[in-house]
């Protein structure tokens, strides 16, 4: 299961990972995120201990949301020391995330 982030612990979560970051920012309200969301829980068990792996509810945590920008979602960060390495805006297949993913390992 895919890590909660949340504005209050966005900071050590991401920001100070020693492992590359998989962030979905999403909302209850959006279809494809509804899409997208067992995805990347299935991805958050498929690297345990590789990468961390987390959602962010943009309806719950603005600041996260309007520090990176966020207009679409689902919105997916790539993060690798603290700052922003890659993204993908909207639904797409697994294998296109977990290649994404991979290229930070």
Partial sequence: MALEITDSNFEELVLKADKPVLIDFWAEWCGPCRMVGPIV??????YDGKAVVGKVNVDNNPEISVRFGIRNIPALLYFKNGEI???QVGAVPKSVLAEKLDKQL
């Fill in 85 to 87: 390495v890659d993204k």
């Fill in 41 to 46: 829980d299935e991805i958050a068990k498929e």
